[in-house]
Nanobody
């Protein structure tokens, strides 16, 4: 059974940083493109960042460009989302997703995690 598990969320003050991790079981994450998404109650899910298999191709939502960095360590079967200069509007449930084909910032992913909560206080 494939599982994606996010970790690293928490409460941080505005301007602070967090690093989220996405680990996989039952799946070799290095053979999948991975995306990070976020959602708050009452709002549509938003794609945040995506990275291709080898890590050379990355995509970011305009709202996080220059502040968030997606990366991967295939040897550890893990994908990261480094979030710097956090703002209160970044508060959301963040979750990762994996796809066999490049999906970029679309929702066309095959597997989804349950999410980790990020709360940014002002």
């Amino acid at each position: 059974q494939v599982q994606l598990v996010e970790s690293g969320g928490g409460l941080v003050q505005a301007g602070g940083s967090l690093r989220l991790s996405c680990a996989a079981s039952g799946l070799t994450l290095g053979s999948r493109h991975v995306g990070w998404f976020r959602q708050t109650p009452g709002k549509e899910r938003e794609a945040v960042a995506a990275i291709n298999l080898g890590g050379a191709v990355k995509a970011y939502a305009d709202s996080v460009k220059g502040r968030f960095t997606i990366s991967r360590d295939n040897a550890k079967n893990t994908v990261y989302l480094q979030m710097d200069s956090l703002k209160p509007e970044d508060t959301a449930l963040y979750y990762c997703a994996a796809a066999a084909r490049w999906a970029g910032l679309t929702a066309k992913y095959d597997y989804w995690g349950q999410g980790t909560q990020v709360t940014v206080s002002s």
